[in-house]
């Protein structure tokens, strides 16, 4: 059965760093688009970062640009997001998601999705 678990969300003082990562199991998600999400209390569940199967187009919303990076080791089915100079306003539950092809900013376009992992940044 396939899965997505996110992990290495915490509490963290405003400016400082987190890197989630989403590990993926039951399937090869090799040739899979990734992407992160976040919902806040209250808030819709929004798009923060995707990259494709290879690396080759990595998008980002424009909220997070120059502070966050997303990456993925294929190798170990692993993707990542490194969040730098954190804002009270990230503070959300982060989603990974994986759809069979490109990538989107979408969520009814991605296939499967994480429990989600809860960041929060305080001020």
């Known amino acids: 059965q396939e899965q997505l678990v996110e992990s290495g969300g915490g509490l963290v003082q405003a400016g400082g760093s987190l890197r989630l990562s989403c590990a993926a199991s039951?399937?090869?998600?090799?040739?899979?688009?990734m992407g992160w999400f976040r919902q806040a209390p209250g808030k819709e569940r929004e798009f923060v970062a995707a990259?494709?199967?290879?690396?080759?187009?990595?998008r980002y919303a424009d909220s997070v640009k120059g502070r966050f990076t997303i990456s993925r080791d294929n190798a170990k089915n692993t993707v990542y997001l490194q969040m730098n100079s954190l804002k009270p306003e990230d503070t959300a539950v982060y989603y990974c998601?994986?759809?069979?092809?490109?990538?989107?900013?979408?969520?009814?376009?991605?296939?499967?999705w994480g429990q989600g992992t809860q960041v929060t940044v305080s001020s």
């Open positions: 039951g399937r090869t998600f090799s040739s899979y688009g």
């Open positions: 998601a994986a759809r069979k092809l490109g990538w989107g900013s979408t969520v009814s376009t991605y296939d499967y």
């Open positions: 990259i494709t199967w290879s690396g080759g187009i990595i």
